[in-house]
């Protein structure tokens, strides 16, 4: 029998044993966004976040934590009530919180998809999970292709033309800042397709990297607005906690309420919970914008250095995002060189296997040819991708490949499936 293969693939090829440098799973490599040092004047996080009586700490581990989570959700409300898009203000009632944005996405599909009959919509390229999770659910996924000649802009016109001819279409997944394209969709675009005369779903909008776009981008007050829109965000990004696993959707009562009453009674644990509200203090702000700044410098030293490597091509999208998506070129540019999949491999391959750095490849998603995606590391990491690129691609081009190309595409495939 053939080993099942789990459409929940997350791992990388090259485990980290602490010495790797990861700049692809776009986390935050600054850290937490929690101002712990300056509280405790030590590096005991886990007493100051968690051994508090008043906030149902560690004295608190004995009882289930809250099923509702008020305080947390008052707490994101605050935070993305910034009346830029509205004069309505978010409230608990518009919040459903959940382990990630994962189950967020999958909630949705539960709730709104029959198994084998209805289909989502998403636009690729884009984040893997939402196709995932429709496997997972037996629900099709329909796709429109973001417009690659355009900087990978939202195709409003040819999504609505998809749902007015396919009313099994229930839920449209839109990422922005998109993954692996870094671009913000255009607020007119989305509006286009939240307006359709007929269709009956719902936009669901990812904003998992909303915090590196520039301040104002959130539309998350803006469910309340729109019934049939729902944000999806998390604090795994710009505020460092990935390891919580908290995310949240905005969207209308009615819709947040069914998806709680889908939810698992105590899906937020008590710790989660109190370092997610440590995180969303004023101080805990400060130091997610401190870091954010320095993320965006080194993103700027990127955007500057890179492409004076030779082999180095395009950088494609946009740059609203912690991490970049970049061509690698078969020659270097002045040479003809053109994106090139093998070699973009071989750079992969290259950087974490003789270099300890580690990317992802991004070669077989639509209109994303030879391309790498890159995380913004710290200033350190980002001094060692750019002394080892050149050596690389330097290698990869005094050195012919020894392998056929059969198993070229086998490898290419393997780590372009790799979802986060």
Known sequence: MPQYRSPFDLSNDYKDDGTNILLDANENAYGPALDLL????????????????ENNGLHGLNRYPDPHQIELKHALCNLRNTHTHTSKSLKPENLFVGVGSDEAIDAILRCFCTPGKDKILTCPPTYGMYAVSAQVNDVE???????????FALCAEAINHELSSNPSIKA???????????????????????????????????????????EGSSLAEWVTEWPNLVVMQTLSK????????????????????LLNNFKAPYNISSPTSTLAQAALTPKGLETMRRNRSKILRQKERLLEELPKVPGIGRFLGGSDSNFLL???????????????????????????????????FRGKEFGCHGCLRITVGTEAEVDRFLEEV????????HRRYGMNEAVTEVQEQAANDIVA
């Open 38 to 53: 300056a509280a405790t004047g030590s590096t005991d996080w886990l007493h100051c976040a968690l051994n508090k009586q």
């Open 141 to 151: 996924v329909l796709k429109v292709p973001l417009d690659s000649t355009k900087g």
């Open 172 to 214: 449209v997944y839109v990422c922005s800042p998109g993954n692996p394209t870094a671009n913000l969709v255009s607020k007119s675009d989305l509006q286009k397709v939240l307006e359709h005369p007929t269709w009956n779903g719902v936009v669901v909008l990812d904003e998992a990297y909303i915090d590196f776009a520039p």
């Open 238 to 257: 710009a505020f460092g906690l990935a390891g919580i696993r908290l995310g949240a959707a905005f969207t209308s009562p009615e819709i947040a309420n």
């Open 326 to 360: 970049v061509q690698i070129l078969d020659k270097p540019q002045d040479q003809g060189g053109k994106p090139d999949n093998e070699t973009a491999m071989g750079v992969y391959e290259g950087l974490a296997e003789s270099k300890r750095v580690v990317v992802r």
């Open 390 to 397: 050149p050596k690389v691609l330097d290698d990869l081009y």
